[in-house]
């Protein structure tokens, strides 16, 4: 079954810092990769996603990942934080199952608090 | 364009009750999957309902069961609640047999608390 780590559970960062969280998933084979943001007191947003092509997608709030294969890795970054991305950012992988149906596998979340 | 709606926002249950959540889907979709999110972690898959049968489902007990109805909105149920039910329920909404497919829209929850 596939499996989501999150490397950085909490993240401390100063406005202006450049972010990077790792987030590397367990299956080989073809994958669809997203990264999810919650800001305190709303639901799940989609930040970006990877479905193939291009291994660097550009996301919303001037977010991007990069896709490595060979490193199982999809880490997402961001050269300079504001207050306002203070939240909790998920990783997910989709996994595919018979029939064409399929469910997102998140990682444990890394809490991020950006002080000004 | 609505989004995934999902009733109530909040609840509170004691332990062995038995609790109804609802999900509205987003306009234009028709699968509806369920996830836990406990504090602290990550959603985990509970299941998921296409053309009003459970296609796929989690690693959770029998207790969760869920129903998908005719205009594709949804409800999970779960009996005999444990104080390890706690948590934010949420629902998201995709239209299946698309590439939209594989991205998945959520609502904004229901926390449940058992006492």
């Known amino acids: 079954a596939q499996s989501v780590s999150q490397h950085n559970h909490h993240v401390i960062l100063s406005e202006a810092a450049s972010l990077e969280l790792g987030c590397n998933y367990s299956y080989g084979g073809t994958v669809n990769l997203f990264w999810y943001v919650q800001y305190p007191g709303q639901h799940l947003q989609l930040l970006l996603k990877?479905?193939?092509?291009?291994?660097l997608v550009k996301g919303i709030k001037g977010f991007e990942a990069e896709f490595i294969k060979s490193k199982f890795s999809f880490n997402l970054r961001k050269p300079s934080v504001q207050w306002s991305d203070t939240a909790e950012y998920f990783c997910a992988v989709n996994e595919r199952f018979s029939g064409g149906y399929n469910k997102l596998i998140f990682g444990a979340g890394t809490r991020l608090a950006v002080h000004p | 364009d609505a989004g995934v709606t999902q009733s109530p926002t909040h609840l509170i249950k004691t332990r062995g009750q038995q609790v109804t959540l609802r999900c509205s889907p987003k306009?234009?979709?028709?699968?509806v999957s369920w996830y836990q999110q406990a504090l602290g972690q990550g959603p985990q898959f509970i299941f998921q309902y296409y053309e009003e049968e459970e296609r796929q489902r989690g690693n959770f007990p029998d207790r969760f069961s869920g129903h998908q109805f005719p205009n594709y909105s949804s409800e999970l149920n779960v009996n005999a609640l444990l104080l390890g039910d706690s948590a934010l329920y949420l629902c998201?909404?995709?239209?299946?047999?698309?590439?939209?497919?594989?991205?998945?829209?959520f609502g904004p929850g229901t926390r449940l608390t058992v006492l």
């Open positions: 990877y479905f193939s092509g291009d291994p």
């Open positions: 998201a909404s995709s239209l299946f047999g698309t590439e939209e497919y594989n991205e998945q829209f």
């Open positions: 306009s234009g979709h028709d699968t």
